[in-house]
Nanobody, 126 residues
Framework: QVQLVESGGGEVQPGSSLRLSCAAS????????IGWFRQSPGKAREGVAS????????WYADSVEGRFTISRDNAKNTFYLDMNNLNPEDTAVYYC???????????????????WGQGTRVTVSP
């Protein structure tokens, strides 16, 4: 079955960087999308970034554009979220999710994603 395993979370100071990883396994689909989402206590889950397993398209939420970068290593079937210049508002549990089929519509909407990882916590505090 589909498995998504996130790693790389932790506690850092404002202005720091972190790299989150999402190892995907258990499927052989030719084309799919991977999204990174986050959720803070009392807030709705927010789509942060999305990428497909082929091609060059990426999508970002306005709140992270220019600070976060989503990428992939197809050989390892692993997806990454590089987060720079972190601030306390970035504190959340971060999840990766897989969409298949991937339509290209609503790519930062959690309704488009079918499989979810367990999440990794990121805490940004002085």
């Amino acid at each position: 079955q589909v498995q998504l395993v996130e790693s790389g979370g932790g506690e850092v100071q404002p202005g720091s960087s972190l790299r989150l990883s999402c190892a995907a396994s258990g499927f052989t689909w030719d084309f799919y999308g991977i999204g990174w989402f986050r959720q803070s206590p009392g807030k709705a889950r927010e789509g942060v970034a999305s990428i497909t397993n082929r091609g060059s398209s990426t999508w970002y939420a306005d709140s992270v554009e220019g600070r976060f970068t989503i990428s992939r290593d197809n050989a390892k079937n692993t997806f990454y979220l590089d987060m720079n210049n972190l601030n306390p508002e970035d504190t959340a549990v971060y999840y990766c999710a897989l969409a298949h089929p991937f339509t290209g519509w609503g790519v930062l909407s959690d309704a488009q994603y079918d499989y979810w990882g367990q999440g990794t916590r990121v805490t940004v505090s002085p």
